[in-house]
Structure formats: C-alpha cells, structure tokens
C-alpha cells in the first residue's frame, strides 16, 4: 500500500551530502522553493502553486527537527500562496511605486517585531506543556525561531506592498536562518537561504536604486 507519510518522513534519506542525510522531503521543499523565487523573478504566475507545495513540505520537516515557530510559519506562507494565485489570475497590471515607511514607522516596525518575537516564543515554549501528545520534544533555538516566523510574516506583507523596508528585513532574516539551518544540519534548506540571501541583497540595491530614481513618497 502506498504510504505517502513515508515521504514526509525525515528519515527517508534520499542520499548524503558531506556526511550530512538528506531527506526527500527536505530535497522536495528546497527545490520547489528555490523554483518558486526563480518564478517570482520571472512575474511567473507558477510561482505560487510552487510556493504551496514548499510550505507543504517544510511545514513536515520544521515539526520532526523542533522548530515550530517555523513550522507555523508555513501555514501563513501556504494561505499567502493562494492568496497570491488568486490575485494575480485577476492582476490587472498596475505599478505601484516603491515607498519607504519613514522613521517613525521603522520605529513601530522595530517594536512590533520584538513584543510578536517575545509572545511566540513564549507560546511555543508551552506547546509540549499544553499538546504533550503532539509536541514530544521542546522546540529549540526558541526565540531566534521565533523572529524569523514574526518577521517573515512581516516583510512579507511590506514586500507585497512595496515597501522599501522589506528586502532589508529580509537579509537580517536570512541571516539568522542560515545560521539556525546550519547548526540543525539540513544543509540543503541552508543553502537555500545562502541564495536567498543573495537575492535579498540584490533586492535591496535594486529597490533602493529604483526608489532614488523616482521622488521620495515617504509615510510617517
């Protein structure tokens, strides 16, 4: 009988990379994930289908190796996945110039991102308490986790909306995901982020060469 939960299993090693197994659903979620951003770049409505089998995927592989808050995160990412489809089969191809929040609102964005940093992680820390069943193990890297998931969701939301602000939280989350990844090794998923990393700092210059060109609409 076929078994798809076996797929979704970090011990299905597909094979090994520098000692490292590597499962197939971390191979799965890595390569949809490195496709989707490949689309996005390319204004490929595809990028979001792509999107909702990575969540898909990292939403398995997040919960067996402790990292809830980004297990969480993936629910988030799957809902803007088809939200995202949904928009954009409708698109009607209106340009929206790229803003900055103004200092005012960074300030905010800043107080936001570390009162939502401490209630997850807080929340998390209690899962095994309340779900004991569910959460055998406490999660780790709690409130690191705990950031990513909050300002991801974040610069998410700013990136959608064309703020200049979000590819600059984007490197700092990637960052400390490269470093999270690392030390959980699952070397793929790490190397994954090393290219988002990439992409964030090129989406920094370019939205930030862009906005100079165009007259400062600045909120705040």
Known sequence: MFD?????????????????????????GTS????????????????????????????FLFFQI?????????????????????????RTGAYIKIQSLGRSKN???????????YILGAITSRLPIWLPN????PPEFLYW???????????????AQRKLESWFLWVFVDVVCITIYSLKEIPFVTLEYIVFLLI?????????QEYKLNPPSIEG
């Open 4 to 28: 798809l939960s076996l797929y979704f299993s970090i011990k299905f090693v597909v094979f090994t990379f520098f000692g490292n197994p590597i499962s197939f659903v971390e191979l799965l």
């Open 32 to 59: 949809t994930g490195l496709l989707c951003v490949y689309l996005a770049s390319r204004n490929h409505i595809l990028t979001w289908p792509f999107g909702i089998l990575t969540s898909i995927c990292f939403f």
């Open 66 to 90: 402790q990292l809830y808050s980004d297990m969480f995160l993936q629910i988030y990412f799957f809902g803007s996945s088809v939200y995202g489809w949904i928009v954009w089969r409708k």
């Open 107 to 117: 300030l905010v964005l800043v107080f936001v991102i570390f009162f939502g940093t």
């Open 134 to 137: 569910i959460f055998t193990r």
């Open 145 to 159: 986790d705990a950031f990513t998931t909050v300002a991801s969701i974040i610069a998410n939301f700013l990136l």
């Open 200 to 208: 964030a700092f090129y989406g920094c210059y370019h939205w930030y």
